[in-house]
């Protein structure tokens, strides 16, 4: 169980309303507060799970986990979920654990419209 020190905001003179903030102090079985993310709350884990195995399917039907950006996979905005995966990363908010699985199923980071640079690269040196 998470620690939280909870500390008072006081309101404007012309407001009645008492503000307050959590700063958690410990990490639970499955929180990440390593890199500085909050932890997740079960919706929205089930939600990346899910969005994570839809991707899982999209990788064996496609071969890879390159989706493009407005692709949608059984209603969901996949595409649009995997950029979200990229830039969280780049900010350092994506849980350390949600990286892992990432990773281990092929998640290029450096995807840029669906290709890789490297990718790119090996083409232009084709066609020289």
């Known amino acids: 169980m998470a620690t939280k020190n909870i500390k008072n905001v006081q309101p404007a003179p ?3 309303l008492s503000c307050c903030y959590y700063d958690i102090r410990a990490k639970g079985p499955s929180d990440d507060v390593s890199n500085g993310t909050a932890p997740q709350s079960n919706s929205q884990n089930r939600i990346w799970d899910e969005n994570f ?3 899982m399917q999209f990788k064996t039907k496609n071969g890879h986990c390159n989706v493009p950006h ?3 996979e059984q209603g969901k905005r996949l595409g649009h979920w995997v950029n979200t995966q990229r830039s969280k990363k780049r900010k ?3 849980e350390q654990r949600r990286e892992d699985l990432l990773e281990q199923a092929g998640f290029e980071w450096n995807n840029i419209y669906g290709t890789s640079w490297d990718a790119m690269v090996a083409l232009l040196l084709q066609f020289k």
Do not use: A
Request: avoid cysteine; proline fraction near 0%; aromatic fraction near 0%.
């Open 14 to 16: 012309d407001k009645q």
């Open 53 to 55: 195995e839809l991707l």
């Open 92 to 94: 350092n908010m994506l």
């Open 70 to 72: 407005k692709h949608v």
